[in-house]
């Protein structure tokens, strides 16, 4: 089970913590990432975790401004969201799976969504 929190308000050049407790999912064997969707719009990838040795991927928009990290000791991942601008409003998901991937469809195991909205 997935449980995304953090989300909330912030005017736009602020930051926002977004965490994802994953239970019965070990860190390293999965992969993980997290989406936004925007409402009318396709739900698309920010940042994704590969297995073991992770390397990182990030979405060009929100390259330097957001940091994905793993948090062992609480068998969770992270979202860190600097600098946020308006058009990062949207609704955010955790998700992990087996294989590593940009699409929605290679992740099994998803979260709730927790809502970011960014004032001008």
């Known amino acids: 089970e997935l449980q995304a929190s953090g989300g909330g308000s912030v005017q736009a050049g602020g930051s926002l913590p977004l965490s994802c407790a994953m239970s019965?999912?070990?860190?390293?064997?999965?992969?993980q990432a997290w989406f936004r969707q925007v409402p009318g719009k396709e739900r698309e990838w920010v940042a994704v975790?590969?297995?073991?040795?992770?390397?990182?991927f990030y979405k060009d928009s929100v390259k330097g401004r957001f940091t994905m990290s793993r948090d062992y000791a609480k068998n969770a991942v992270h979202l860190q969201m600097n600098n946020l601008k308006p058009e990062d409003t949207a609704v955010y998901f955790c998700?992990?799976?087996?294989?590593?991937?940009?699409?929605?469809?290679?992740?099994?195991?998803w979260g709730q969504g927790t809502l970011v909205t960014v004032s001008s």
């Open positions: 998700a992990a799976g087996r294989f590593v991937g940009l699409l929605e469809n290679v992740y099994e195991y």
């Open positions: 019965g999912i070990t860190l390293d064997g999965h992969a």
């Open positions: 975790l590969s297995k073991s040795d992770p390397s990182k």
